[in-house]
């Protein structure tokens, strides 16, 4: 009994000491930041834990904001982390701004998300039109840029070729299409190297008139036989896509918005308009009594002509072809109507193409500038940056 009662005190006595000797538990601060404060949210954002303990954190990021890497105590690039707590942690979470279009504009302030790439854009994120202005001069056949601060010109190719009436630009491949050689021919510049490709036009068709539609679509009308062909841009391949029952003007303009093809008709009495999604036409007359031979889409598909009668630029409806006057200007105005979209304003040259007079649309006044060299400059395209 003795001995039994030793044994328990000894027991007692070492449980004592054990219980003496066992050490605290050590616990650790776990902080973290966000960097910028909005632009995400950390799990857990803080915590006390023991020592050992395996903690994950996951960061979120905010609207308009994508994460970017871990800073502080630690330094890892995925969204989440496993951290062991044997220390007082400090991180921060860091997070950047998107620019979903790579603009240089961040996406909390671009109010043109989607601007395509390479454009050079204004502070909001929209790409920033430069209306540029070739024109060909009668005088040398040379193309020159047009410059619509003084009408100063600038060479910029000398083709080898006489060029026709026509002048269109290619948006996607910057490049300007005119047909040579009595229409039989094509010619492609590339605005970039300068450099020329001539086309031969299949089925021994003169081609003059030339309209280039959506994804650089070239449709052009034939002398021959009054068609409108589609161009292939690879070899001049035409393939035809409408005939009309009346005669085409020389002046061929395209809506945008409604991927139609516009022409004047009959003398300039009427204006032929031609859906190129069911290949259907529908014929207005313009009312007044008047000849309209110059036509210009301008912005949100608004039409405008030039009457032969009287020399008003006129509004055109589309509805009914009614004629609504919008100014008349001093002098007559050529055959050769652009618009600057960047601007809003209608380009024309005048006084035999010694001068060029930009119109503003918004307020319906002109300015007249007189071209540089002496030379007399009659076909114009618009180049759009």
């Given at each position: 009994m003795k001995n039994k009662l030793i044994l328990q005190v000894s027991l007692f006595i070492s449980?004592?000491?054990?219980?003496?000797?066992?050490?605290?538990?050590?616990?650790?601060?776990?902080?973290?930041?966000?960097?910028?404060?909005?632009?995400?949210?950390?799990?857990?954002s803080k915590g006390t834990f023991e020592l050992g303990e395996v903690v994950e954190l996951y960061s979120t990021s905010k609207e308009n904001y994508k994460f970017k890497n871990w800073g502080g105590d630690i330094s890892k690039t995925s969204k989440s982390i496993v951290i062991t707590m044997d220390s007082n942690k400090n991180i921060t979470a860091i997070f950047e701004l998107l620019d979903t279009d790579g603009d240089g504009v961040t996406d909390d302030i671009d109010t043109c998300p989607d601007t395509p790439s390479g454009n050079t854009v204004d502070s909001n994120g929209c790409a920033e039109n430069f209306d540029v202005i070739y024109g060909i001069s009668t005088d040398d056949n040379i193309l020159y840029k047009i410059s619509l601060d003084d009408g100063n010109l600038t060479p910029s190719y000398n083709?080898?070729?006489?060029?026709?009436?026509?002048?269109e630009y290619l948006p996607s491949s910057n490049q300007i299409i005119s047909t040579v050689e009595s229409g039989t021919k094509l010619l492609i510049l590339d605005l970039e190297t300068n450099q020329s490709t001539i086309l031969t036009f299949s089925e021994d068709k003169s081609?003059?008139?030339?309209?280039?539609?959506?994804?650089?679509?070239?449709?052009?009308?034939?002398?021959?036989?009054?068609?409108?062909?589609?161009?292939?841009?690879?070899?001049?391949?035409?393939?035809?896509?409408?005939?009309?029952?009346?005669?085409?003007?020389?002046?061929?303009?395209?809506?945008?918005?409604?991927?139609?093809?516009?022409?004047?008709?009959?003398?300039?009495?009427?204006?032929?308009?031609?859906?190129?999604?069911?290949?259907?036409?529908?014929?207005?007359?313009?009312?007044?009594?008047?000849?309209?031979?110059?036509?210009?889409?301008?912005?949100?598909?608004?039409?405008?002509?030039?009457?032969?009668?009287?020399?008003?630029?006129?509004?055109?409806?589309?509805?009914?072809?009614?004629?609504?006057?919008?100014?008349?200007?001093?002098?007559?105005?050529?055959?050769?109507?652009?618009?600057?979209?960047?601007?809003?304003?209608?380009?024309?040259?005048?006084?035999?193409?010694?001068?060029?007079?930009?119109?503003?649309?918004?307020?319906?006044?002109?300015?007249?500038?007189?071209?540089?060299?002496?030379?007399?400059?009659?076909?114009?395209?618009?180049?759009?940056?």
């Open positions: 449980f004592l000491i054990f219980v003496g000797c066992e050490e605290d538990p050590v616990f650790y601060e776990l902080t973290t930041s966000i960097s910028p404060t909005n632009g995400g949210v950390v799990t857990p083709p080898s070729l006489n060029l026709s009436w026509e002048l081609i003059e008139r030339v309209i280039v539609t959506k994804n650089d679509i070239v449709y052009g009308i034939s002398n021959d036989d009054n068609i409108l062909y589609k161009i292939s841009l690879d070899d001049g391949s035409l393939i035809p896509s409408y005939n009309p029952s009346m005669n085409l003007s020389w002046e061929l303009e395209y809506l945008p918005s409604l991927n139609q093809i516009i022409s004047t008709v009959e003398s300039g009495t009427k204006l032929l308009i031609l859906d190129l999604e069911t290949n259907q036409s529908t014929i207005l007359t313009f009312s007044e009594d008047k000849a309209i031979e110059r036509v210009i889409v301008t912005k949100n598909d608004i039409v405008y002509g030039i009457s032969n009668d009287d020399n008003i630029l006129y509004k055109i409806s589309l509805d009914d072809g009614n004629l609504t006057p919008s100014y008349n200007p001093s002098v007559n105005l050529s055959w050769e109507l652009e618009y600057l979209p960047s601007s809003n304003q209608i380009i024309s040259t005048v006084e035999s193409g010694t001068k060029l007079l930009i119109l503003d649309l918004e307020i319906n006044q002109s300015t007249i500038l007189t071209f540089s060299e002496d030379k007399a400059i009659e076909r114009l395209v618009l180049i759009e940056k």
